[in-house]
């Protein structure tokens, strides 16, 4: 399961004698992959290449076309119209989201791999269940639900859990803590049985075991955890889409939905807050990638 | 679900370490006893109560009738005629299934072996492997909802890249790839392609580093061909990668939603089940009945691959 931390440490003197003995990569390959890649990055370039262009100049020449200079300014307007304000709410969903849906993933797989519970397998497999099914199946029930929940007006404006961040934060965690579970408690099952005996003998109380000797040694998983979980809370659509309603509350990813109505037609616009949506991603992308990757075959390696 | 219930076990485990587990178990402490109750009763209630109460009552709401204004108690019974009504009369159901199925089968055709294609290619001695990797891999990180923003700018008929490229865009003759009903799904299955190929690289690549080398190179040596290699070496023994590969194709086409839903909210050509759930919540088409008795349907067919998928999963565990 650690191996996949590091998906490029082969090493390279095994990999050359086993080279050696093929037949060499066929230029054919290069030509394939190199055409795939460029496909795969024309999107995003005719996004970045469009939010920089004034509209002006596309309005005259064509969104296809090269001249009349690159500007910010586009960032600029999208920022001032919302895009600042939706992305403050992302984070306000998503990080509280993280953090809780971590620990109490820790919490559970720590209960279902340390200890020996004759409901174990059951737990694991509808809380990982729970993480596979389509979120639009509980979409009626889960909106009547936080509407007839009444919450004092100082918790929430709209006296229930409807057009709350609460709302939209619980049901991220209630989705996300199956996966998490599941790929923790395969981690900590790795551990060696002898760290707890080891406590134990000490004294150590069922928390401390918890607190100062597992968590600390899941710390690659929880790491990589976090970083893949940031990202897709972060991307979720629908639990906001469902539960907020009023505009100012929205986060980013949701509040795309409203661009091509609030830039009708001004295509640099629309790019502009496109791409202020990508720069979180962006920075996850350019710095935990590695992250990001471990986290997801995590999930996978135990099939 | 309380640690007593885990006391009275008395078959015994198959192996050593998990009897010294139980009997670690029996000798807690009571406040042990309720920190382990506590860190596993919590979030089961939140699971149990926001995805799995929540669940059966899209059963139990199926067969009612409710406007959903109001208390729940407005509901009345409507036996079976949600489904005659989505079965029979609504426009919109069959080619949502068809749909949905269509969507499954372009990832299981298309995507899912394009992913898996570019695994096995950069899983030879490939210089620049990491770049191209890094590239296939960037949209996996971006949401459908973003993704279809992004295509929305490529498919124009006003603006987009492909239009002004044939020279068409903003004239009479212009294609409207999202809104022509007769193409707009294959358009946003390429969308969706240009993420789900990148995502079933990545988790391929990770079980291919973990194949032994020396299994490729011995068929290497006796002569077998890339193919053949392929086929008869590496797919086999990727059993459980190819399970998890397979389960998220058939997952990601069932909850396909944000992508739909950015385009033109699940209409037009786009129907989904789940976009025909969330359109008979709210608005002018709200019939939580009819909405629930669909959100069955969806529940029941995911729950096959989830149930199969899990037993299969769970059940080395119970082995071991």
């Known amino acids: 399961m650690s191996a996949t931390l590091d998906t490029s440490a082969v090493p390279l003197g095994t990999r050359n004698t086993v080279v050696s003995n093929k037949r060499r990569n066929s230029p054919w390959i290069y030509v394939f992959l190199t055409a795939v890649a460029v496909l795969w990055l024309i999107p995003l370039v005719w996004t970045l290449y469009t939010s920089l262009r004034p509209n002006a100049a596309t309005t005259k020449l064509g969104y296809f076309s090269v001249g009349g200079g690159l500007t910010f300014s586009n960032f600029g307007t999208a920022w001032n119209s919302g895009f600042g304000t939706y992305l403050i709410n992302s984070a306000i969903i998503t990080v509280p989201a993280v953090v809780i849906t971590l620990f109490l993933a820790s ?152 661009l091509k109505g609030e830039f009708v037609n001004n295509y640099n616009l629309i790019a502009a807050g496109a791409m202020i949506t990508v720069i979180p991603t962006l920075i996850i992308y350019f710095v935990l990638q590695r992250q990001f990757v471990a986290g997801l075959t995590l999930g996978a390696s135990k099939g | 679900m309380t640690v007593h219930q885990a006391d009275t076990e008395t078959k015994d485990p198959p192996q050593r370490q998990q009897r010294s587990l139980r009997r670690r178990l029996k000798t807690l402490s009571t406040t042990d006893k309720v920190v382990l109750g506590l860190m596993v009763g919590i979030p089961t209630l939140i699971e149990a109560c926001l995805i799995w109460l929540p669940s059966l009552a899209s059963i139990g709401l199926s ?34 299934v068809l749909h949905n199925l269509i969507w499954l089968i372009f990832l299981a055709v298309i995507a899912t072996p394009l992913g898996v294609l570019l695994a096995v290619l950069l899983d030879r001695k490939i210089r620049f492997s990491r770049i191209y990797q890094s590239i296939f891999f960037l949209p996996v990180m971006l949401s459908l909802a973003l993704i279809g923003i992004i295509w929305q700018l490529i498919y124009s008929g006003d603006n987009g890249l492909i239009d002004s490229l044939l020279g068409i865009a903003g004239k009479p003759q212009s294609i409207d790839f999202f809104g022509d009903k007769s193409i707009n799904l294959w358009a946003a299955l390429i969308a969706q392609t240009w993420r789900h190929a990148g995502y079933v690289m990545i988790l391929y690549l990770a079980g291919l580093k973990g194949v032994d080398a020396s299994l490729k190179e011995a068929a290497a040596l006796d002569g077998a061909t890339a193919w053949q290699t392929f086929t008869r070496i590496v797919f086999p023994v990727m059993k459980p990668i190819n399970t998890v590969v397979i389960v998220i194709t058939i997952i990601e086409a069932l909850r396909a939603f944000d992508l739909v839903y950015i385009i033109n909210a699940g209409t037009n050509g786009l129907e989904l089940l789940s976009s025909l759930v969330v359109q008979n919540l709210q608005g002018e088409g709200q019939d939580l009945g009819v909405g629930s008795a669909i959100a069955t349907v969806l529940l029941v067919v995911s729950l096959v691959p989830i149930v199969i998928y899990l037993s299969r999963t769970f059940r080395k565990d119970r082995v071991e």
């Open chain 1, 107 to 258: 919490c559970v797989a720590f209960a279902v791999s340390r200890f020996a519970w004759r409901f174990n397998v059951v737990v694991l497999i509808l809380f990982t269940a729970g993480n596979l099914l389509p979120p639009q199946i509980l979409a009626t029930p889960i909106y009547q639900l936080f509407k007839n929940i009444p919450l004092p007006l100082s918790v929430s404006d709209s006296g229930s859990l409807l057009n709350t961040y609460y709302g939209v934060i619980i049901m991220n965690v209630a989705f996300q803590i199956g996966f998490c579970t599941f790929v923790l408690s395969n981690y900590m099952k790795a551990l060696p049985d002898e760290l707890g005996e080891a406590a134990r003998v000490d004294g150590a109380s069922v928390w401390r075991q918890y607190r100062s000797i597992i968590l600390p040694l899941c710390r690659p998983a929880l790491g990589a955890l976090a970083t893949l979980e940031v990202i897709w809370i972060y991307n979720d659509f629908f639990w906001a889409l469902l539960l907020v309603q009023s505009g100012d509350r929205l986060p980013v990813t949701t509040a795309i939905n409203n």
């Open chain 2, 63 to 96: 067969f009612g009738r409710w406007d959903g204004i109001g208390s729940p108690t407005n509901i009345k019974g409507a036996g079976v005629a949600n489904y005659t009504y989505i079965f029979t009369n609504y426009p919109a159901f069959w080619p949502a």
